[in-house]
């Protein structure tokens, strides 16, 4: 009995899942563009606001930051030495 309700109960689950659209937040670029229509979609490869905004020019659309951006870090310079003072 108790087999066949964890059957049920998995296939209950299987239906209720519909289909999941995939956001596309990359976390190589700081800038993403985000469609305003019935399946709104996030593309994120964009290097500036600047840039997202010179194409959705015209679209339904807006530029946002992207909340996964995960920026590389820079290396820290490296330390100079001084030559040792001879006395």
């Known amino acids: 009995m108790r087999n066949l309700i964890l059957a049920v109960l998995a296939a209950g689950m299987a239906v209720g899942a519909g289909p999941s659209s995939a956001q596309t937040y990359d976390p190589s670029y700081p800038v993403c563009k985000r469609v305003n229509s019935d399946a709104a979609s996030?593309?994120?490869?964009?290097?500036?606001?600047?840039?997202?905004?010179?194409?959705?020019?015209?679209?339904?659309?807006?530029?946002?930051?992207?909340?996964?951006?995960?920026?590389?870090?820079?290396p820290a310079p490296a330390a100079t030495t001084r030559p040792a003072r001879n006395n």
């Open 42 to 74: 996030v593309d994120c490869y964009y290097t500036t606001m600047e840039q997202c905004r010179e194409e959705i020019r015209g679209e339904s659309a807006q530029c946002v930051p992207n909340p996964f951006y995960k920026a590389t870090p820079t």
